[in-house]
């Protein structure tokens, strides 16, 4: 097996258990904590720590940003991170021989059995992520808190006549 199918992991997941390093300990009404500890993450503490958005409130993402978005490891605001478009993250708190120590600093439920192809974004300490039928929500990145819910109210008539499925390919900002 190819190391590189070891890479392709959903970074909603990465992303929860980089966070861990965080010492995320609020639990909210859909989130879980967990009690091990993981290495301190300078970079990643960053994110959690930087000012969570007020509902209705934009994330400042301008061409700027998105031009020097390599500049802003704690962030990961396009679909691939970059213009890149590598999926690749310069933080490196988490390595080979820490790994092992991390684990699930929160979850949510996302009410749908249906695919989750998605990449979430990161903006400024938000986890933005989009399920079936493009229900968009955002989080805490640091608590898992549930910030807002948009639901485009997609009938579900549409199921059966699209190629792939109610799944998303991701959100933008």
Do not use: H
Request: charged residues 15%; hydrophobic residues 40%.
């Amino acid at each position: 097996m190819k190391t590189t199918r070891y890479l392709r992991l959903p970074l909603g997941l990465l992303l929860g258990f980089v966070i861990t390093g965080c010492g995320g300990d609020t639990a909210t009404e859909s989130a879980s904590s967990a009690a091990p500890t993981a290495p301190s993450a300078a970079p990643v503490a960053a994110a959690a720590s930087a000012p969570v958005l007020a509902a209705g409130q934009a994330a400042a993402i301008d061409q700027g940003r998105y031009v020097n978005a390599a500049s802003e490891p704690a962030n990961w605001i396009n679909y691939g991170g970059t213009w890149k478009e590598q999926r690749y993250s310069t933080l490196a708190e988490i390595n080979d021989t820490n790994v092992s120590r991390l684990g699930l600093a929160w979850f949510a439920e996302l009410g749908t059995m249906r695919g989750v192809e998605g990449t979430p974004l990161v903006i400024d300490g938000v986890l933005y992520n989009i399920s079936a039928w493009s229900v968009t929500t955002a989080y805490n990145a640091a608590t898992g808190e549930k910030l807002w819910e948009f639901d485009p109210k997609v009938s579900p008539d549409y199921s059966r006549i699209t190629c792939c499925g109610t799944v998303s390919r991701g959100v933008a900002a």
